[in-house]
């Protein structure tokens, strides 16, 4: 059947910048209704990026497309009671404050779940709300620091190097989306509201490929390996003539059709790359031969003989995000968005990579403006126009 599977959930998003913004205009995708509530007069600091000049930030636009805004300071005693009237037709609040902030300002989650025992409250913070590093700051750097991930990320013979896009932010948000769903649809089935306290270095340790767990039972150190990788090879980016080509195998079976197309079927009859195992400690040796042959030929050459028409080997050109713009298949899939806008003209969006059966597009397409719906969820609340006005003037919204 048509429709959202989020429909009827109303959250209130205190989030900015990159992780707690993205993970809502995730939850916006599904349905949700997401009511961003932002600083008065600056709003979320990420409205000011890469940008035409006098315009909102695009990264702003892409993170927070789908919302409606209001502007509210709670910290003024006007501000908390607004804020915590909001909460009694909320199905979620989300933050991503230093742990703890929110409880300083008399809103913590004791104080809205006594106000509203079926919402779901959901923080991310750097390092969570328990443990010596509680409360301290972090970005997204010091996330991958903390987690483990700049210490597997990098050449052996280069420093750590942090992973691109902002990749634990991106992490973290995805984690906070799936912890609140997680919590709602518990809600729905016992009545009872949970509270998700989650830590961005947490979230980045999680996802280091079983580094710790390996390393406890085997004694094996993590490290860094380039774009190769520790367990089986060829697995590498290499040099083509005219850009890179990412080659990987992780079967016998395709390391021998590899074989096959560059013309040395006996590698695979060789005693040092029969195995996933001996194959991953001469990595560099069997990566090279591949590098070397590729090299000598254009992407498209190398595409043409190892893809799909040919040895049938996972392999792509690599590809930068401005490319993909015009992706075919990524187009395909409705991952490339493109909405009108009223003074940018066009604005581009990622799409939502979950692809569900039926699923109707975001009621909002773009992401809004300051406050422009303050009027609108205030009056929700029953103030009129001259109460909203004289909350304006007062610095409360």
């Known amino acids: 059947m048509p429709g959202r599977v989020l429909d009827g959930i109303r959250v209130l998003d205190l989030t900015r910048v990159v992780a707690g913004p993205f993970a809502t205009a995730t939850l916006a995708d599904l349905g949700a209704e997401v009511i961003k509530v932002e600083r008065p007069g600056t709003g979320d600091d990420y409205r000011y990026g890469p940008s035409r000049k006098g315009e909102t930030s695009l990264s702003f636009q892409n993170t927070n497309r ?17 804020f915590l009237r ?32 079926r919402c779901v409250v959901a923080a991310l913070s750097g390092f969570g709300a328990t443990g010596p590093r509680a409360g301290q700051a972090s970005y997204d750097i ?39 769903v997680s919590a709602l649809f518990e809600r729905d089935r016992t009545g009872r509201a949970r509270c998700l306290d989650l830590s961005n270095q947490d979230a980045v340790f999680a996802i280091t490929d079983s580094a710790a767990t390996i390393y406890s039972d085997l ?9 190769q990788h ?100 990524l187009n395909a899939r409705g991952m490339i968005e493109r909405h009108p806008h009223p003074t940018l003209g066009e604005v581009v969006f990622h799409g ?4 569900l059966s039926g699923h109707e597009p975001r009621t909002r397409p773009l992401a809004p403006g300051l406050g422009a719906d303050n009027d609108a969820v205030y009056g929700e609340l029953g103030l009129d126009a001259a109460a909203v006005a004289e909350l304006r003037e007062k610095g409360v919204i």
Not at 68 to 80: F, K, P
Not at 89 to 116: C, H, K, M, T, Y
Not at 276 to 292: C, P
Not at 352 to 355: A, E, H, I, K
């Open 86 to 117: 909001l909460v009694d037709g909320a199905d979620v609040v989300v933050e991503n404050f230093r742990a703890g902030w929110l409880a300083s300002q008399g809103l913590g989650p004791p104080v809205i779940q006594a106000r509203n025992p």
């Open 219 to 227: 004694g094996v150190h993590s490290h860094r390996v380039g774009n």
């Open 142 to 180: 010091v996330a991958q620091a903390t987690g483990g991930l700049m210490a597997l990320t990098g050449f052996a013979d280069g420093p750590p190097v942090r992973g691109g896009g902002a990749l634990a932010d991106f992490v973290g948000g995805l984690y906070l989306a799936l912890g609140i």
């Open 230 to 329: 520790p367990f089986t090879a060829p697995y590498d980016a290499h040099a083509a003539k005219d850009g890179w080509v990412a080659v990987a195998t992780a079967s016998n079976k395709l390391f021998r059709q590899l074989c096959d197309a560059i013309g040395r079927p006996e590698l695979a009859s060789d005693e040092r790359y029969r195995s996933h195992r001996v194959r991953s400690e001469n990595r560099a040796e069997i990566n090279g031969i591949v590098s070397e042959w590729i090299g000598q030929r254009t992407c498209e050459e190398v595409l043409r003989a190892l893809g799909p028409d040919g040895a049938d080997v996972p392999v792509a050109r690599v590809a930068s995000p401005e490319e993909l713009v015009d992706d075919p298949q």
């Open 66 to 82: 789908g919302k409606r805004s209001i502007t509210l300071d709670v910290r003024t005693e006007a501000g908390r009671e607004l």
């Open 352 to 355: 939502n990579p979950l692809q």
